[in-house]
Structures are given as C-alpha cells and as structure tokens.
C-alpha cells in the first residue's frame, strides 16, 4: 500500500511538472497520470514476479495493518460517493425538465455554430432553473443553456455556445465524472486535488481559446468578467434559481490570467513536452517494475532442512548397523 501512494504521489507530481503554457501537453500528461495511476495495480501484475531465495519471515507488527486509517478512509469514499451520486442524480433531473429549444433559438444557434438542426435541437436544451450554462455528462454529450440566455449580447452569446460546444467535442464532462471519482478515492492526498484543479484550468482554457477565435482574448475576458458580476448581483437579491454545483469547478482568475498570458509555443516547448510525456511514461513503468510480486523460494529452507536431518558422522551409523546386524 505505501508504494502505490508513494508511486502515484510521484506520477501526480510528474504531470504537474508539465509547463502551464504547453497547455495540450500538460492536459493529456494529467490525463494519463490519472489513468496510469488507477493502472498501476495491474500493470505490475503484469511484469515477471521478483523472486527471492530467502525464507519468508512473519514480523508481527509489520503484518498488523492498523484498521483506523482504512476506516477512515472508508467513510472519505462514502461520503464522496454520497455527494457525487446526489449531484449527479440532480444534473439528470435538470436535463428531464428542460425544454426544447424555440424555433428562433434554433436558427440563432445553428447560425453561430455552424451546426444541423438535429444535432442542436437534440444536444441542447434550455433550463429556467440555472442561471449558468454546463455541458451535461451523457452519452451523447449535451447543453444546457440558463432561460435568460437570449438577453445576453450576441458576442457572449456566441462565445458561451462555443465554449460549451467544445467541453462536448472534448467529452470533459464524463472525463470530469472521472476526474471525480478518481479524487473520491485519493481524498486524502493534496496532490491529487491540485492536479483534478490543474486539469479543470487546462479544460477551461482549451474551451476559452475555441470561444475566441473570432475575436481578441480581452474582450472574451471583458465579458467573463460582466457575466460573474451580473451572476454575482443575481445572487445577492436573492435570486432563486438553481445553482447546480459542478462535479469540477474552475477559477474566473486563473482562466483570464491563461487568456491574456502572451507568447506562443516554440519548437523548444514542443519537445520539452515531448519529452515531459515520456518521463512520465517511464515513470510508470519504474513504478510498476518496483511493485512487482514477490515470491519466496523454498529452496535454501529445504536445503536447512535436509542438513539439519542428515547424521554428521555417516560412518559411524553405518559401523553401528553392522553390529546390530552380527547381534
């Protein structure tokens, strides 16, 4: 147990390595992390197991596994679990309660996104009891857009839809639901929540990069920060509009900061993170190799054994059968 909390803390810490700017590598290094980590168990079953010519030996207080902190961490997991089914039970009520869109806002978004109106009037869908759009975790995936979205203006408008849309192309709400469960069961590693904060800022920011491609990052971020202050105004009279708690949450400050960062990537940064993703690679496989199986060979005990069974003086024993023999 101690080397895969110490192999996954080592593989967690291997992704974050990765730099913010390269934000594609950095987004597939904390994906498969997070998949070589869950792996990991299997994937060192899978080496050849270690053998050691040596009798085992039964220490007392090394094999009594105190069952105070897998208790604990027990009721972490249920409790995560609790909340994530309640949370997500919720999201699917939303979805059974929303409407169809209007012909109007069919139009309105097939124009903005380029899209059939088969694959806008059955993948998004209006709710009157949100107040912030969310890609819904489905299969297909799915939007929900707030009742009030037709009063926003028509460059947020565009910018929320794309936004959306690409959190759908990109599965990040059942990648999220995975994220999550993955954190329900390292609740107890900080590491692992920064790195499910990482990968939500990297989401985020893949999704903001496709909402601006028609206009500047200032001005996207000028109308993030009108949307937060307007939401921010809603809530303090008292709105009461259901506010969906997300299965991943992101930071309005950390994706502005990304929007406006200037500099491009370089040939240097592509093969820094080239080679970023293949230290993780053999990362994972030097932890896999380290937590191999461990058998203990019986052959230097039965060789004890026989030694030990055998008479020192063979011809003395041979001296008195001949004796006994005569008699």
Same mark, same amino acid.
Request: aromatic share 8%; net charge neutral.
């Given at each position: 147990?101690?080397?895969?909390?110490?192999?996954?803390?080592?593989?967690?810490?291997?992704? $974050? !390595?990765?730099?913010?700017?390269?934000?594609?590598?950095?987004?597939?290094?904390? +994906?498969?992390?997070?998949?070589?980590?869950?792996?990991?168990?299997?994937?060192?079953?899978?080496?050849? +197991?270690?053998?050691?010519?040596?009798? =085992?030996? &039964?220490?007392?207080? *090394?094999?009594?596994?105190? =069952?105070?902190?897998?208790?604990?961490?027990?009721?972490?997991?249920?409790?995560? $679990?609790?909340?994530?089914?309640?949370?997500?039970?919720?999201?699917?009520?939303?979805?059974?309660? %929303?409407?169809? !869109?209007?012909?109007?806002?069919?139009?309105?978004?097939?124009?903005?996104?380029?899209?059939?109106?088969?694959?806008?009037?059955?993948?998004?869908?209006?709710?009157?009891?949100?107040?912030?759009?969310?890609?819904?975790?489905?299969?297909?995936?799915?939007?929900? $857009?707030?009742?009030?979205?037709?009063?926003?203006?028509?460059? !947020?408008?565009? /910018?929320?839809?794309?936004?959306?849309? #690409? #959190?759908?192309?990109?599965?990040? @709400?059942?990648?999220?639901?995975?994220?999550?469960?993955?954190?329900?069961?390292?609740?107890?590693?900080?590491? %692992?929540?920064?790195?499910?904060?990482?990968? &939500? @800022?990297?989401?985020?920011?893949?999704?903001?990069?496709? @909402?601006?491609?028609? +206009?500047?990052?200032?001005?996207?971020?000028?109308?993030?920060?009108?949307?937060?202050?307007?939401?921010?105004?809603?809530?303090?009279?008292?709105?009461?509009?259901?506010?969906?708690?997300?299965?991943?949450?992101?930071?309005?400050?950390?994706?502005?900061?990304?929007?406006?960062?200037?500099?491009?990537?370089?040939?240097?940064?592509?093969?820094?993170?080239?080679?970023?993703?293949? @230290?993780?690679?053999?990362?994972?496989?030097?932890?896999?190799?380290?937590?191999?199986?461990?058998?203990?060979?019986?052959?230097? #005990?039965? +060789?004890?054994?026989?030694?030990?069974? *055998?008479? /020192?003086?063979?011809?003395?024993?041979?001296?008195?059968?001949?004796? *006994?023999?005569?008699?």
């Amino acid at each position: 147990m101690l080397w895969y909390i110490l192999s996954s803390s080592l593989l967690m810490t291997s992704a $974050l !390595l990765v730099p913010s700017r390269l934000i594609s590598f950095r987004r597939r290094a904390l +994906e498969w992390s997070v998949i070589g980590i869950v792996s990991l168990p299997w994937l060192s079953h899978c080496l050849p +197991e270690l053998t050691i010519q040596m009798e =085992p030996t &039964v220490n007392a207080v *090394a094999s009594w596994t105190p =069952p105070f902190f897998l208790i604990l961490w027990t009721l972490g997991v249920l409790i995560g $679990l609790t909340k994530g089914v309640k949370q997500y039970q919720q999201l699917i009520h939303l979805k059974e309660q %929303a409407r169809p !869109l209007e012909p109007g806002e069919l139009d309105c978004i097939r124009q903005m996104l380029q899209l059939d109106e088969h694959t806008i009037s059955s993948r998004i869908l209006v709710n009157q009891r949100i107040n912030t759009p969310m890609a819904l975790p489905s299969s297909p995936g799915s939007v929900l $857009l707030p009742e009030k979205w037709r009063h926003w203006s028509p460059t !947020l408008q565009k /910018a929320v839809l794309k936004h959306e849309w #690409h #959190h759908v192309q990109q599965h990040d @709400a059942l990648l999220g639901c995975f994220m999550r469960v993955f954190l329900i069961l390292f609740w107890f590693n900080p590491i %692992a929540w920064l790195l499910v904060s990482s990968w &939500v @800022a990297t989401c985020e920011h893949e999704a903001d990069l496709a @909402a601006i491609s028609d +206009e500047g990052p200032v001005s996207y971020a000028n109308e993030l920060l009108a949307f937060a202050r307007e939401q921010s105004l809603h809530d303090s009279a008292g709105s009461h509009d259901l506010c969906v708690p997300a299965f991943t949450r992101s930071k309005l400050a950390v994706r502005i900061e990304l929007l406006l960062a200037k500099g491009c990537c370089s040939r240097q940064d592509h093969w820094i993170g080239g080679l970023s993703i293949m @230290a993780l690679i053999l990362g994972l496989l030097g932890c896999a190799w380290f937590g191999r199986p461990v058998t203990f060979s019986d052959q230097m #005990h039965e +060789e004890a054994v026989t030694r030990l069974s *055998a008479n /020192a003086f063979p011809s003395d024993a041979g001296l008195s059968e001949t004796r *006994a023999w005569r008699e």
